[in-house]
């Protein structure tokens, strides 16, 4: 049974830092490729950043240089370092398998201005 568990999420404040985590199970983590989404409410769902198998990363323009996408396959693990939060990340982010389509069920994050 495959199951992607995100952590990490809660409230902060504009400027300040989370880390989230998603831990996998079920699958063969080190080939998959994997990526964060979120959801702002009312808003469709986006990709916020991925990482391949062979490390290499791309993200939005929104969080580029405040974001940063790791994975630790030893660990089956997925991270996402969010700096210099603001109030438009806020949103449920969401780990995703691209090589299977596998979600998460989500992590809240609030950032308060």
């Known amino acids: 049974q495959v199951q992607l568990v995100e952590s990490g999420g809660g409230l902060v404040q504009a400027g300040g830092s989370l880390r989230l985590s998603c831990a996998a199970s079920g699958i063969s983590f080190a080939i998959h490729d994997m990526a964060w989404h979120r959801q702002a409410p009312g808003k469709q769902r986006e990709l916020v950043a991925a990482i391949t198998r062979g490390q290499s990363t791309n993200y939005a323009d929104s969080v580029k240089g405040r974001f940063t996408i790791t994975r630790d396959n030893a660990k089956n693990t997925l991270y996402l370092q969010m700096n210099a939060l603001k109030a438009e990340d806020t949103g449920v982010y969401y780990c995703?398998?691209?090589?299977?389509?596998?979600w998460g069920q989500g992590t809240q994050v609030t950032v308060s201005s």
């Open positions: 995703y398998s691209m090589r299977n389509g596998y």
